[in-house]
């Protein structure tokens, strides 16, 4: 079974308006962790935005929130005000830590464009 | 802002060759990585480092490969002799520890191509 999963290949979004990129995980550990990245064509990793398991808010880092669904196992990345270098490609990704394990287990990823 | 970073940004090597990946972590942070991207797949754990030795493998980390952190800031990935299927971007990141702090940063890449 998929352990992270996108299921969104492709989004296309407006500038200026928001979009949410869906993640599913799924996981027996009571404690883990999920994070964001964005991968620019120039290929590079950058950290987006981290939601702990056990943190009572959802996240939010500028533009960027988290909209953590414990319940359901979904965290779900929403962009506001998409700008045109918001275009890439986003990969969700999980650690589950009570196996003392520190990989990080990505998602499949969703290709985002941002439209003028 | 400290960052990680990789050299070389691009090796092409012919095929049984063997070679290294060097990468510097963030000065503070205590935990290594290397992950790896074949070109339109998903990020691939291969080998977690701490406190000078491997805390975490996956079965991608077979005999070819090996870690080393020769001195106090790099961090090299070593492949012994390559393969056509070990072409791939090679990704080092580093991270603290628990909590916020687990976050893993990544460097730019090295894109390495086995002819």
């Known amino acids: 079974a998929q352990k992270i999963t996108q299921t969104q290949p492709g989004m296309f979004v407006q500038e200026k308006e928001a979009v949410t990129l869906d993640c599913t995980y799924d996981?027996?550990?009571?404690?883990?962790?999920l994070f964001w990245y964005k991968q620019p064509s120039s290929g590079e990793m950058i950290f987006l935005i981290y939601q702990g398991s056990y943190d009572q808010q959802n996240a939010t880092e500028g533009r960027y929130s988290l909209n953590f669904q414990k319940a359901r196992k979904s965290a779900n990345l929403v962009i506001s005000a998409s700008q045109l270098g918001d275009s890439a490609m986003y990969f969700c990704?999980?650690?589950?830590?009570?196996?003392?394990?520190?990989?990080?287990?990505f998602g499949s990823g969703t290709r985002l464009q941002v439209q003028p | 802002e400290p960052e990680v970073t990789q050299t070389p940004s691009h090796q092409v090597t012919q095929m049984g060759q063997e070679v290294i990946l060097r990468c510097v972590p963030i000065s503070n942070h205590l935990y290594f990585y290397w992950y790896r991207q074949i070109l339109g797949q998903k990020v691939e754990f291969l080998v977690s480092?701490?406190?000078?030795?491997?805390?975490?493998k996956s079965e991608i980390f077979d005999d070819q490969f090996s870690v080393e952190r020769p001195d106090g800031s790099n961090f090299t990935l070593k492949i012994r002799s390559t393969k056509l299927e070990d072409s791939a971007m090679y990704f080092c990141a580093s991270s603290k520890r628990e909590g916020r702090e687990e976050t893993q940063y990544f460097g730019p890449g090295t894109r390495l191509l086995v002819l």
């Open positions: 480092f701490y406190n000078n030795e491997i805390s975490e």
């Open positions: 990704a999980m650690r589950e830590r009570l196996t003392g394990r520190r990989a990080l287990t």
């Open positions: 996981t027996s550990d009571p404690s883990y962790g």
